[in-house]
């Protein structure tokens, strides 16, 4: 499960926007031959968002995948997303 902090500027946008980006993350963990399985609001927890991804225990892929996602590297980096917090569930 990925935790993610987004950033004032994702949050500015209008809902369907936001939700916009979703089949977009998705395809792109497919990209990296991972599985986005579930995606919601949280409770409990200071982040916005959750994201659940199926990675058959390949965290090479994962962590490929999270760099291209948070745009790691580039000036698009902390743009949409501020900062992820992942727990792996077994």
């Known amino acids: 499960m990925v ?5 004032p ?7 369907e926007e936001r939700q916009g980006y979703v089949p977009q993350w998705s395809e792109l963990a497919r990209k ?15 982040e916005h968002a959750v994201f659940g991804f199926e990675s058959n225990g390949d965290s090479e892929s994962f962590f490929n995948f ?15 997303i501020e900062y992820t917090r992942t727990i792996t569930v077994h």
């Open 66 to 80: 999270q760099r291209e996602w948070l745009g790691l590297g580039t000036d698009l980096a902390g743009t949409l």
């Open 9 to 15: 500027e994702f949050l500015r946008l209008p809902i």
């Open 3 to 7: 935790f993610c902090m987004m950033a």
């Open 32 to 46: 990296h031959g991972l599985k986005m399985i579930f995606w919601g609001t949280t409770m409990g927890v200071k």
